[in-house]
């Protein structure tokens, strides 16, 4: 058990880029380093100034260094720093698997417009991971302390003579986890971090909501990394990974985070989980110092880049970025506050904020999601309509044909094959195979604040069948706007740790949950969606409908008829709060 255990500890680190087999996707092992350069243009030369004046901080310098690790390695990273040698600063430490080259031309090179690398009063350290680009040499056999490499580079910061001893770490997916792995390690200076985009552990959901294989996303583990056996050979939430979805231990915390989630992020729903856990198991010391940022975007929109996993965003995805760059300056405030002790907006923050898809308005309470608000419920009826009363019973049926299945059209996608975020839903609305709901247009705006939910009661012909849900904002001209996806194996719906068999025919009830968490307003004239069908893919696997776990290919595969069943049991819930 240990060693399987240990091996979905790799698998998730390796799809977030760590290299637990110690061999880096660096060729040629280089470190991309390019001596020490000033970036004023100078040649990182001491630049002290008249005696009389205060030390002119605002100017820095690049250096390439090399940061002694416990082990007798060392990691490769380059530091931005004032040119000064009597100024010292705070340090922010972002440790990447991408190269380290990468972050200094995209963020620190030419900073104008990055609100937190160009700021003037901080250092810069940025590292290859080991076992990654200048750091391939320091890979170890098995499993890499990377909790420890973070601790070591904190300490090591902290004892430099530009440094003042106060250390924060920053840094977005894989550079977020590492984050986490850093925190749970406690270095003494680490004063404050920013997890953006990911989640700390590796749980049964982030693989399997609902029982269902995020197909697309264990496409990318295993086009680039060829890791995903273990991950296949256990489909249910068995004993491994009730094991492995506690490894770390977020009450062992003691460094204020500010946690940074997206609405659209493939991660959303383990972001949140990870600051309600901050807020309740840290130190008592800490606890009430964790901060909550959500905002409009998906895995892709951290400081508005324009790349998306590989390709260029188009203009719809672009609206789902952080274009105006208010995760670096709220990042910025959070260190001013927590390594300057510098009154900043921060101050004033409350637990949690977050930027409303919809209308964009900012919000705030004591926690996500916020508490005492109502409801809203409607019920699918016969004609299509999505109705405030429930209707009579009755039956609507749809086929399921494991060879041709529903595409994915946008949502919490990573592969750059597919699109990201929000998108128009014509293509699946269009199919015979699509359960089509709509309300009436809205007398006023509606609030969804937490996890929407489909409750059904439904049966299939066959032997098992997935029952998957898109939430859409309807506009004026009948667009269906993509909002959150979800989905169900019928197999099971009773516990996802125990399969039971399906009978052809027998009705089931079952909760299908929305993957993201939400925060979005329908506007007062737009309507409520609701498509069902029995496949979103590839951002799920197919069913083959014939109760074996996973699509083999047409020979093995059964088309069905999957139905639900309408009445009371049938409805749509949306919260607007806790």
């Not at 399969?499 to 909760?511: I, W």
């Not at 409805?571 to 709060?577: E, F, I, K, T, Y």
């Amino acid at each position: 058990m240990r060693g399987a255990v240990l091996g979905l500890w790799v698998i998730a680190c390796a799809l977030l880029g760590c290299d637990p087999g110690g061999d880096g996707p660096d060729a040629d092992g280089s470190d991309g380093s390019d001596g020490s350069v000033g970036s004023d243009g100078s040649d990182g030369g001491p630049d002290e100034g008249p005696d009389d004046q205060a030390p002119d901080c605002a100017r820095h310098v690049f250096e390439d260094v090399s940061i002694p690790l416990r082990d007798g390695q060392a990691l490769a990273a380059f530091v931005r720093r004032a040119q000064t040698p009597g100024c010292r600063l705070p340090t922010i430490l972002i440790q990447t698997p991408y190269d380290k080259e990468n972050a200094r031309t995209l963020w620190l090179a030419d900073p104008a417009g990055e609100p937190l690398f160009a700021s003037p009063d901080y250092n810069f350290v940025v590292l290859d991971w080991r076992g990654f680009f200048g750091s391939r040499a320091a890979a170890v056999q098995g499993a890499q302390p990377y909790g420890q490499d973070g601790y070591d580079a904190v300490e090591w910061i902290a004892a430099r003579p530009w440094s003042d001893g106060q250390v924060g770490t920053w840094g977005v997916s894989a550079l977020c986890v590492q984050q986490w792995r850093t925190a749970l390690e406690r270095p003494p200076h680490l004063r404050a971090f920013v997890p953006i985009f990911c989640q700390a552990n590796t749980t049964y959901a982030q693989y399997y909501p609902g029982g269902v294989l995020r197909q697309e996303y264990v496409d990318f583990l295993s086009a680039y990394f060829g890791m995903s056996d273990l991950i296949l050979a256990h489909p249910y939430r068995d004993a491994l990974w009730r094991a492995v979805e506690g490894l770390l231990e977020l009450a062992r915390v003691e460094a204020p985070a500010l946690v940074v989630a997206g609405w659209w992020d493939l991660h959303n729903p383990g972001s949140l989980q990870d600051f309600e856990a901050l807020r309740t198991l840290s130190p008592e010391a800490v606890r009430a110092l964790h901060r909550l940022l959500i905002g409009p975007w998906i895995h892709f929109a951290t400081g508005g880049e324009s790349q998306g996993a590989g390709r260029q965003l188009d203009a719809q995805e672009l609206l789902y970025v952080d274009a105006d760059r208010r995760i670096q300056r709220d990042s910025l405030a959070f260190f001013d506050l927590h390594l300057r002790g510098r009154q900043s907006e921060a101050s004033g923050w409350a637990p949690a904020r977050w930027l409303t898809g919809g209308d964009g308005l900012w919000e705030s309470a004591e926690a996500w999601p916020p508490t005492g608000a109502a409801r809203a419920v409607f019920y699918p009826a016969p004609g299509g309509a999505l109705a405030g009363e429930a209707p009579a019973e009755s039956r609507l049926d749809f086929p399921c044909d494991p060879d041709d299945p529903s595409p994915s059209v946008g949502g919490c996608t990573l592969l750059p094959s597919l699109y990201h975020g929000p998108r128009d839903q014509a293509e699946v609305v269009a199919r015979p195979d699509a359960l089509v709901f709509v309300s009436e247009p809205l007398a006023e705006p509606l609030r969804l604040r937490a996890t929407a939910r489909a409750e059904l009661e439904v049966s299939t012909s066959g032997q098992d069948a997935d029952f998957a849900v898109r939430l859409t904002d309807v506009a004026p001209d009948g667009a269906h706007l993509l909002l959150g996806e979800g989905i169900q194996r019928l197999k099971l719906a009773g516990d996802l740790g125990a399969p039971a068999p399906v009978a052809p025919g027998q009705r089931a009830t079952l909760t299908v949950w929305l993957a993201n968490e939400l925060g979005y307003t329908f506007a007062a004239g737009h309507r409520v969606g609701l498509v069902v069908s029995g496949s979103n893919y590839p951002r799920f696997a197919r069913n083959p409908n014939s109760g074996a776990d996973f699509y083999q290919d047409a020979a093995s595969s059964v088309t069905v008829q999957s139905s639900v069943h309408l009445g009371g049991a049938t409805r749509l819930v949306l919260p607007a709060g806790r």
